[in-house]
């Protein structure tokens, strides 16, 4: 069973940095796909950045490149995003997700293929 934990949360002033990490486990094969996703209430789901673990492609929304970088250790066990320049936009619930496999070429704009999902951990990045 697949599980994916994440940490790392917190509230910090615009210009910031914070550093999520996504503890993945109970995938069966090596070499698949994890993604942070973020929300704010009332507003869509918003992908921010992809990896697939087996090999070095990363995916990035427009709105993070270049503040954000989506990494992994230990062959997908954990995934980190790092975020500087942090602004307050960039405040909601940020969520791992993954799938197995390479990454759908449809991420991060869309869930698609992302069938596991963490329960999240919070982001307040105030003005």
């Known amino acids: 069973q697949v599980q994916l934990v994440e940490s790392g949360g917190g509230t910090v002033q615009a210009g910031g940095s914070l550093r999520l990490s996504c503890a993945a486990s109970?995938?069966?094969?090596?070499?698949?796909?994890l993604a942070w996703f973020r929300q704010v209430p009332g507003k869509e789901r918003e992908g921010v950045a992809a990896?697939?673990?087996?090999?070095?492609?990363?995916d990035y929304a427009d709105s993070v490149k270049g503040r954000f970088t989506i990494s992994h250790e230990n062959d997908g066990d954990t995934v980190y995003l790092e975020m500087t320049s942090l602004r307050p936009e960039d405040t909601g619930m940020y969520y791992c997700?993954?799938?197995?496999?390479?990454?759908?070429?449809?991420?991060?704009?869309?869930?698609?293929?992302?069938?596991?999902w963490g329960k999240g951990t919070l982001v307040i990045v105030s003005s």
């Open positions: 990896i697939y673990t087996g090999g070095s492609r990363r």
């Open positions: 997700a993954g799938g197995s496999g390479p990454c759908p070429l449809t991420l991060p704009e869309s869930s698609f293929g992302m069938n596991f």
């Open positions: 109970g995938f069966p094969y090596r070499g698949n796909c």
